[in-house]
């Protein structure tokens, strides 16, 4: 569903929260969000503009379910327990903001989501964050999605053949006459880049200054299937160290001093997602900060990964719809 979809398919509330419940209940059956039987009634309410106004309860919603069960009659909407619960804005808003964001390949700053929906720029900034969290929710992980399961996500490990390599992104860069001993870099964020050939990526911010070994091992174990078919990387001394026996004897290296490419052994996939993340972040965001560059790092790995895809924006709904909202005093603090 591009934007033009969005303008013309979910343009009132109704539709919004009509599509909603088809992504949170796809069997048509809706459940209680406390005991989860299928024993509701829906409640429909109409809430008087002017009394909106006055009392300020724009935000309220105007479909309203109640459980049946005798021990829990609870009531709720169809956002509660989402990314888009207890928000003041219009679901066509929030939908038009997914629908901008996961469709803009290197990115969308939150001054261009602003004026795109008319709205302050801080509400553009938070979100943005909002639907960032829902595709890290979703990204590259088995048994995620809707559904209210209490059980974590676990990754999808790579496997066949994976590049890994690492970046440096932001910082100030130091002019040579202060330099003296500190390299440019020292100020910079590190950035883990991992990619599967032909399959996803994974983009891990590991610290800030030069990336060790010690950053890089837990990622191997964590992202990378201990029977994978062979590893690159670049001449980096870090490699032999972080391997340290996992995955050692599958290890394939390029020295970037002599070669780029020697027969199929390079890093040019990564490097090409890697270009990809800082055309965003030096063309569309400008600058992105240590706190949230994790945050950025899943939205175009969550992007790249799916850039194929025909149901994108479903999928990133689907993903606001599965995770808990999260408040803008625990984003800002």
């Known amino acids: 569903m591009n934007l033009i979809d969005v303008s013309t398919k979910l343009q009132t509330e109704d539709q919004c929260l009509d599509f909603i419940e088809k992504v949170r209940w796809p069997d048509g059956k809706i459940r209680c969000v406390r005991c989860g039987t299928d024993k509701v009634s829906r409640i429909t309410r109409t809430v008087n503009p002017r009394i909106a106004r006055s009392e300020k309860k724009q935000n309220k919603r105007t479909r309203l379910y109640a459980c049946l069960e005798p021990t829990c009659k609870h009531r709720f909407t169809p ?13 066509s808003k929030w939908f038009a903001a997914v629908a901008l964001i996961v469709h803009a390949k290197k990115g969308m700053s939150a001054a261009q989501v602003q004026r795109h929906l008319g709205v302050n720029y801080r509400t553009a900034w938070y979100m943005g964050h909002r639907i960032r969290k829902a595709m890290a929710s979703g990204e590259g992980i088995i048994g995620g999605g809707s559904g209210g399961s209490n059980s974590g996500p676990q990754v999808r490990k790579l496997s066949g053949t994976v590049e890994i390599d690492e970046t440096y992104v932001g910082g100030k860069t130091i ?28 983009l891990r911010h590991v610290g800030k200054g030069s990336t060790t070994a010690a ?18 990387t ?32 390079h890093t040019n996939t990564l490097e090409s997602a890697f270009s990809l993340f800082k055309r965003g972040v030096f063309g569309s965001f400008h600058r992105v900060s240590h706190k949230h560059l994790q945050r950025y790092l899943y939205e175009f790995e969550f992007r790249f990964n799916r850039r194929k895809a025909a149901d994108l924006f479903e999928d990133t709904v689907a993903n606001l719809v599965g995770t808990k909202p999260m408040e803008y005093k625990t984003l800002v603090s």
């Open 79 to 91: 956002t509660v327990g989402t990314l888009f619960h207890d928000s003041h804005l219009p679901l």
């Open 234 to 265: 670049d001449e980096s001394t870090i490699y032999p160290f972080a391997f340290d026996g996992y995955c050692a004897s599958k290890h394939e290296t390029i020295a970037h001093k002599y070669e780029y490419v020697r027969g199929d052994v």
């Open 175 to 202: 002019r040579k006459k202060e330099r003296g001993n500190q390299k440019s870099y020292e100020r910079k964020a590190a950035v883990v880049g991992m990619i599967e050939r032909g399959g996803e990526l994974r």
């Open 215 to 232: 950053q890089v091992r837990p990622l191997l174990h964590e992202l990378v299937d201990r029977n994978v078919d062979r590893v690159m």
